[in-house]
Antibody
């Protein structure tokens, strides 16, 4: 069974870049069956898909965030990463990584709260 | 963009009740719809995919139906563990995945 774990700073200053890594265990990130995605949830609000990546490096992003988002993959470490630039308070959220099978998210990390504040 | 709506936004029910949540898409998404359950402080859990396929390990009291623009999630007999928030998600294309705003099921 896949397990995913997010890691990274819990506090980011406005205008800086948010960086998170998701470590996958219990399976290979190079599996041809999966994409790997990032989803976020502002406190008390709903879910927003950020973007996804295939092990080959192919990516697709939420158009509303595309100009600020970069998702990358490191198959040697079984990890994929998120960078979100020029953050504001509106980017404060719990960030989840998840495995994506046929575009649904079947395994999720526990989530990590990232607060944007000076 | 495909917009998703859910109704009701909050639902009060009792253990044993039959519960139905509706999700509507602003344009046809065929059967490309999933349902998730989320409890406070926890990650969402996939319940249903392709509108009506039950994810492995999910109790059979959960069922999904619909196609096109209107979908429903039904819990046949609400259990104490089912009090949570439920989200639908459309995945009509790789370039745009969107979630509904959620339906909170609480204790009547």
């Amino acid at each position: 069974q896949l397990q995913l774990q997010e890691s990274g700073p819990g506090l980011v200053k406005p205008s800086e870049t948010l960086s998170l890594t998701c470590t996958v265990s219990g399976g290979s990130i190079s599996s041809s069956s999966y994409y790997w995605g990032w989803i976020r949830q502002p406190p008390g609000k709903g879910l927003e898909w950020i973007g996804s990546i295939y092990y080959s490096g192919s990516t697709y992003y939420n158009p509303s965030l595309k100009s600020r988002v970069t998702i990358s993959v490191d198959t040697s470490k079984n990890q994929f990463s998120l960078k979100l630039s020029s953050v504001t308070a509106a980017d404060t959220a719990v960030y989840y990584c998840a495995s994506q099978w046929e575009l649904t998210f079947d395994y999720w990390g526990q989530g990590t709260l990232v607060t944007v504040s000076s | 963009d495909i917009q998703m709506t859910q109704s009701p936004s909050t639902l009060s029910a009792s253990v044993g009740d039959r519960v139905t949540i509706t999700c509507r898409a602003s344009q046809s998404i065929s059967s490309w719809l999933a349902w998730y359950q989320q409890k406070p402080g926890k990650a969402p859990k996939l319940l249903i995919y392709k509108a009506s396929s039950l994810e492995s390990g999910v109790p059979s009291r959960f069922s999904g139906s619909g196609s096109g623009t209107e979908f429903t999630l039904t819990i046949s007999s609400l259990q104490p563990d089912d009090f949570a928030t439920y989200y639908c998600q459309q995945y009509n294309s790789y370039s745009r995945i969107t979630f509904g705003p959620g339906t909170k099921v609480d204790i009547k």
